[in-house]
């Protein structure tokens, strides 16, 4: 048999052979990994630019519902009732006044009040329903413009306590002087609650007489 004449070249080459291998392996490996990384790295990316402009869409949607719910409860602002109760030679008015571009509907109205009878002073507390009062509007009602019991009345004092409507969409609305109110439960809650003295005289006051006006800056 013959021998190898160099058989530690041989070893060399087999040892450089495994070396270029192992600096295959782990190029191939490196690189695996480098896009295994790019692309976990661009889905992160992707995953990310998703989220961010799904928070800016609820974002400006969010902006759209408060901007539209500013518009419908300032368009409830614009609904007013208040009185007019003078000393001496002038007697008392109530006026209720919409000043949006919409109607109003069902609008009630709580009044504490007094009025003379046989020369003693009677203090009530009167429920009085207006009804729709339409846009750019207001109606101006005399101390002597309300019927009580279907009888003329002379009120000697006018106060609102609270009013309640519904807006052109008919959504609830009450205003109590110190807060406006959209919810419904609420509503009924401080209309019973703000019932005015319990030893006033109560009842409902029917529309006798009345004269509207155009407020000056409906919008």
């Given at each position: ?7 530690q070249?041989?070893?060399a ?5 495994e070396a270029?291998t ?6 191939i490996w490196?690189?695996a ?7 976990v790295g661009s889905?992160?990316f992707?995953?990310?630019?998703a989220?961010?402009?799904y928070?800016v869409s609820?974002?400006?949607?969010q902006?759209s519902?408060d901007?539209?719910?500013?518009r ?11 009185s007019e109760?003078?000393a001496?030679d002038?007697k008392?008015k109530?006026?209720?006044m919409n000043r949006?571009?919409?109607p109003i ?7 504490e ?13 009167f429920?009085y329903?207006?009804g ?7 109606l101006v009602i005399p101390?002597?413009?309300?019927l009580k ?9 006018m106060?609102?306590?609270w ?6 969409q008919?959504r609830?609305w009450?205003n109590t002087?110190s807060e406006?109110i959209?919810?419904r ?8 609650r ?5 030893e ?8 006798n007489?009345?004269?509207k ?7």
């Amino acid at each position: 048999m013959a021998e190898d004449p160099n058989p530690q070249t041989t070893g060399a080459d087999d040892t450089a052979d495994e070396a270029r291998t192992r600096s295959r392996r782990i190029v191939i490996w490196v690189g695996a990994i480098v896009t295994i990384l790019g692309t976990v790295g661009s889905l992160a990316f992707g995953a990310i630019t998703a989220y961010l402009d799904y928070q800016v869409s609820v974002d400006q949607l969010q902006q759209s519902e408060d901007a539209e719910q500013e518009r419908i409860r300032d368009q409830a602002s614009k609904v007013a009732v208040w009185s007019e109760n003078l000393a001496k030679d002038r007697k008392p008015k109530l006026y209720v006044m919409n000043r949006s571009l919409a109607p109003i509907h069902s609008l009630r109205i709580r009044l504490e009040s007094s009025y003379l009878t046989e020369g003693r002073v009677t203090w009530a507390t009167f429920t009085y329903d207006a009804g729709t009062v339409p846009p750019c509007t207001t109606l101006v009602i005399p101390a002597d413009g309300f019927l009580k019991g279907r009888k003329p009345v002379e009120l000697a004092m006018m106060n609102p306590m609270w009013f309640y409507f519904f807006d052109g969409q008919y959504r609830m609305w009450m205003n109590t002087g110190s807060e406006l109110i959209s919810d419904r439960d609420t509503i009924h809650a401080e209309e019973y609650r703000r019932e005015g003295d319990p030893e006033d005289e109560r009842g409902q006051l029917l529309l006798n007489k009345l004269s509207k006006e155009t407020p000056a800056d409906c919008k």
